[in-house]
T-cell receptor, first 114, second 114 residues
Framework: AQKVTQAQTEISVVEKEDVTLDCVYETRDTTYYLFWYKQPPSGELVFLIRRNSFDEQNEISGRYSWNFQKSTSSFNFTITASQVVDSAVYFCALSASGNTPLVFGKGTRLSVIA | EAQVTQNPRYLITVTGKKLTVTCSQN?????MSWYRQDPGLGLRQIYYSMNVEVTDKGDVPEGYKVSRKEKRNFPLILESPSPNQTSLYFC?????????????FGNGTRLTVT
């Protein structure tokens, strides 16, 4: 069975602080894909990143960075110098290869206060 | 423009009155899925479809039906809605191919059953 755990239900930070959102996953497959999605207050779901299990390189995109560690089954997401517009619910998701559908974590609600 | 279109965006109905939420994608995607989002529970999959005429239950299929007669459409049917089906529903699609491409989500349907 596949499972994604986002232990942080809600996080509140002051603008310009750095914040890390945790994601821990479980799967028996050796080939799998990890995703992060953002859901701003407007409600739509926005794709942020996909990472496959063979690529453990960290990725940086502007103020966003992702740390993938297979040894701890984690795929954490860091926002540097947070801004109010980063306020959203963030979902981590997992998909194994083959016919396994995508499984989402329960999400972390991030509030960035000005 | 590549998109997943859900209709309606908002729907208020009464217990027992059959309803259908439509979902259509214009990207020729093989994979389509329905999720419901509830506070504290994240996104839970209702049904998914790997291709035309192929549908499978997700985590919370009770009380729902789907069909996939054409590649582009994947309607969600509630034969006899109940108040516990009040939720925010998302349809999504992706291109299966060799890897799982990111899901494209519709804008959501907020359903209230009284």
């Amino acid at each position: 069975a596949q499972k994604v755990t986002q232990a942080q239900t809600e996080i509140s930070v002051v603008e310009k602080e750095d914040v890390t959102l945790d994601c821990v996953y479980e799967t028996r497959d050796t080939t799998y894909y990890l995703f992060w999605y953002k859901q701003p207050p407007s409600g739509e779901l926005v794709f942020l990143i996909r990472r496959n299990s063979f690529d453990e390189q960290n990725e940086i995109s502007g103020r966003y960075s992702w740390n993938f560690q297979k040894s701890t089954s984690s795929f954490n997401f860091t926002i540097t110098a947070s801004q109010v517009v980063d306020s959203a619910v963030y979902f981590c998701a997992l998909s194994a290869s083959g016919n396994t559908p995508l499984v989402f974590g329960k999400g972390t609600r991030l509030s960035v206060i000005a | 423009e590549a998109q997943v279109t859900q209709n309606p965006r908002y729907l208020i109905t009464v217990t027992g009155k059959k309803l259908t939420v439509t979902c259509s994608q214009n990207m020729n995607h093989e994979y389509m899925s329905w999720y419901r989002q509830d506070p504290g529970l994240g996104l839970r999959q209702i049904y998914y479809s790997m291709n035309v005429e192929v549908t499978d239950k997700g985590d919370v299929p009770e009380g729902y039906k789907v069909s996939r007669k054409e590649k582009r459409n994947f309607p969600l049917i509630l034969e006899s809605p109940s108040p516990n089906q009040t939720s925010l529903y998302f349809c999504a699609s992706s291109d299966r191919g060799r890897t799982w491409t990111p899901l494209h989500f519709g804008n959501g349907t907020r359903l209230t059953v009284t």
